[in-house]
């Protein structure tokens, strides 16, 4: 990043102790605590209960552990580190501006993000030049990458040709792949050649609204995740959605616009969109939401002055956000009232679902598809989880689609344990208890008052990631871009 001060890079240390912490294992169980991580090896090596009775001492015979770097969390929560299951990486300066993706990284890991489902910008060959910058120097400000291949678009291939796509994917180095609307005939090729080759994340699919593969479709044919809200409804609706004769489909605005209603419609025929579901239950296809991503949809003035947009915006990327015609997710130009209204009963079916889908045993994980729609790298991880928590969830089990969900549907399997002896130590430590408001997780912190009703203070925030037992001082990192976006406006 072109900012004066050294940049700020990870902490590595033999052994390393985290004490007196409030620990969320990611599982889904209540929060313990306090309790002492120690962590050596990149991997977590005991967990210790510290007798509260005994008001935070060791029992009788016992010593605390040692460590070459001490965490001294009291009064703050230790998670998993999360897992964004949907994100694009922004390596063209267009996007964010220089060192965009460096920019991206330190905000994702200033939030407690260690791990990163990437899903395709044709920038793959790049990102695996950072996945290796990781294994070669642990101490880069960079997530943990698994790195899904965007299939190219538009997909002109018969199913032996995509076959030899995968195939040239899984040489290269990726993990899985990221598909848009593509032909039944192609797209089992593809799930089928995927499965063949061991892919650890399989298939992710983006549908679209007049898809000939809707989610049943796509589920049935082998995908790992369905990506969004589409797909899904129009799966129940009978026939197609009711587009008016004028729509066209590459006219963003009104694909948008439209988009409003398909879970309305749907909801004419409840016990379809229940029979979908169920066919993704059956066949292990997750679903990943992105709720954040779609949310000024409902209430763009919102969306447009979020506290953390002059400070940790690029320029660029504020542009890149501005209503304009001919590009892409910059579609609200003629956003009207109707519309959000529209996305607020979107929001509220969509909610309902996601919780039929949960409650029936579907699989849920968190993704923010950050970067479009005024959604901020790392800031739109913490909201999809203020909007988990709105569809219903509870905290607990928000958390665990953040991690131990995402981290298994990516088909790594020991971070799925949560935070427990001989897992990976991927944390993050928090500044507060998010159970009881994720707010505490935001880069920008919360505002209290002390006792006294008078004394104001600042406090929350992610204060240390750890990322394979290396430690970031999350805090330097969001002020390295602060650093960064006032030197882009200067």
């Known amino acids: 990043m072109a900012v004066e001060r050294e940049r700020e890079t990870g902490r590595t240390c033999p052994r390393l102790v985290i004490r007196d912490a409030m620990v969320v294992s ?33 029992p009788s015979g016992w010593r605390r552990p040692e460590g070459d770097y001490v965490i001294d969390a009291s009064g703050m929560y230790v998670m998993p580190g999360i897992v964004d299951t949907h994100a694009h990486i922004p390596t063209d300066p267009s996007r964010c501006g220089p060192d965009g993706w460096d920019y991206a990284y330190r905000l994702w ?95 992710g699919i983006h549908l679209a609204l007049n898809s000939e593969v809707d989610a049943a479709t796509a589920s049935n044919a082998g995908v790992r995740t369905i990506e969004h809200t589409y797909g899904i409804p129009e799966a129940a609706i009978p026939g197609v959605q009711n587009f008016p004769p004028v729509y066209n489909e590459m006219d963003e605005l009104a694909r948008f ?30 679903w990943n939401p992105t709720l954040s991503v779609y949310e000024a949809n409902r209430d763009l ?15 660029r990327l504020l542009k890149n956000w501005s209503p304009t015609p001919g590009v892409h997710a910059s579609f609200h130009f003629d956003w009207r009232t109707s519309d959000e209204v529209a996305w607020k009963e979107k929001y509220r079916l969509w909610m309902k679902y996601l919780n039929v889908f949960f409650d029936r045993g579907g699989t849920i994980t968190a993704g923010s598809d950050a970067g479009s729609l005024y959604t ?32 298994s549907v990516l088909g790594l399997n020991d971070r799925a344990w949560g935070i427990r002896v001989g897992a990976p130590a991927d944390l993050a430590v928090v500044d507060g208890n998010p159970l009881e408001n994720f707010k505490v997780m935001y880069g920008t912190g919360v505002e209290r008052f002390l006792d006294d009703r008078v004394t104001k203070v600042q406090a929350g925030g992610v204060r240390w990631t750890i990322r394979g037992g290396v430690v970031f001082d999350a805090r330097a990192l969001l002020q390295d871009v602060q650093e960064y976006v006032r030197s882009l406006k200067a």
Request: one cysteine or more; charged letters at 20%; aromatic letters at 6%.
């Open 376 to 407: 901020l790298y790392g800031f739109s991880m913490v909201r999809e989880l203020e909007l988990l928590q709105e569809a219903g969830f509870h905290p607990l089990d928000a958390v665990k689609m953040a991690t131990a969900n995402g981290a």
């Open 301 to 315: 003035m919102r969306a447009q002055r979020a506290v953390w947009n002059d400070s940790f915006v690029t320029p």
């Open 109 to 203: 890991l200033g939030h407690g993000v260690t791990t990163l489902r990437t899903m395709g910008f044709g920038n793959e060959a790049v990102l695996y030049g950072h996945r290796r910058q990781v294994k070669e120097d642990g101490t880069v400000a960079i997530p943990g990458l698994v790195i899904l291949h965007g299939w190219p678009q538009p997909s002109r291939f018969t199913p032996a040709q995509a076959r030899e796509e995968v195939r040239r994917a899984h040489e290269a180095g990726a993990d899985g792949i990221k598909l848009l609307t593509i032909e039944p005939d192609l797209l089992e090729a593809i799930c089928d050649e995927a499965r063949n080759l061991g892919m650890p994340a399989g298939v």
């Open 257 to 286: 616009r439209q988009s409003g209603y398909n879970w309305s419609e749907a909801e004419r025929y409840p016990e379809r969109v229940v029979g979908v579901l169920d066919t993704m239950i059956r066949n292990g296809t997750a």
């Open 26 to 58: 990611g599982r889904g169980t209540p929060a313990e605590g306090p309790m002492d991580l120690v962590i050596g090896g990149g991997v977590i090596q005991d967990v210790i209960r510290v007798d509260p009775v005994t008001l935070g001492r060791y």
